[in-house]
Each structure stands twice: as structure tokens, then as C-alpha cells.
């Protein structure tokens, strides 16, 4: 059982920066592909962005390609998430996940494991 906090949420202004950290325990961190989702409110729960156990190959959604970085410390099962030049679109809760099943890994079906979520508010 892999268990995941997210941390370093907040409220930050258009333009700003921020990185989430999640914590992992439990299991094989560095043995799952590890990503993160989020979800605005009222909308369905989408694919952000994702780093892979083998070689760290990183994968992002067009929405946030060129502005977010995905990065991984398997030494200290902590995996990151740098968000530069928010938008007010990019409000939403960000949950970290963990999955073994990588051709799944971009839809919240391919999720193994999820943390409870960190909120992320960006102002206008």
C-alpha cells in the first residue's frame, strides 16, 4: 500500500510561481511511474503531468507544457511539481498518483494510488 501527501498548495496572483512536493511511504516509490491530476470544481479530474520509474521520461498535458516541470527524488520518496506563469484556469485541487499500469497512467482510471489533494488557487 502506497500511501501520498501533497504539500505547498496556496493562493498566489497570475503570473506567479509555486512547486507542490508529494511525500510518498509505504511501498517501491522509485518501482511507479508517478504523476499528477487535478480537478477544478465542477469539472471532471484530468492529467497534468507524469515522470516515469525506468528512465524519468516525463510526460505533460498541452495546457501546461512549457510552464510546469515534473521532477523526482526516488532517494527521498518525494516527487515535485513546478508551476511557473499561473493562470487563473489553472485553479483546481492537484492530487498525486501513483500507477504501474504507465499506457493507462494519463486517465484517473490508470491510477493505482492517490494522495488527498492540495489546493491551488491563482487569482486574476
Known amino acids: 500500500q502506497v500511501h501520498l501527501v501533497e504539500s505547498g498548495g496556496g493562493l498566489v496572483q497570475a503570473g506567479d510561481s509555486l512547486r507542490l512536493s508529494c511525500a510518498g511511504s509505504?511501498?517501491?516509490?522509485?518501482?511507479?511511474?508517478m504523476g499528477w491530476f487535478r480537478q477544478a470544481s465542477g469539472k471532471e479530474r484530468e492529467f497534468v503531468a507524469s515522470?516515469?520509474?525506468?528512465?524519468?521520461?516525463?510526460y505533460y498535458s498541452d495546457s501546461v507544457k512549457g510552464r510546469f516541470t515534473i521532477s523526482r527524488d526516488n532517494a527521498k520518496n518525494t516527487m515535485f511539481l513546478r508551476m511557473n506563469n499561473l493562470k487563473p484556469e489553472d485553479t483546481a485541487v492537484y492530487y498525486c498518483?501513483?500507477?504501474?499500469?504507465?499506457?493507462?497512467?494519463?486517465?484517473?482510471?490508470?491510477?493505482?494510488?492517490w494522495g488527498k489533494g492540495a489546493l491551488v488557487t491563482v487569482s486574476s
Open positions: 515522470i516515469d520509474w525506468r528512465d524519468n521520461s516525463t
Open positions: 509505504g511501498g517501491v516509490f522509485s518501482a511507479y511511474d
Open positions: 498518483a501513483a500507477s504501474k499500469r504507465p499506457m493507462l497512467f494519463t486517465r484517473p482510471d490508470g491510477v493505482d494510488y
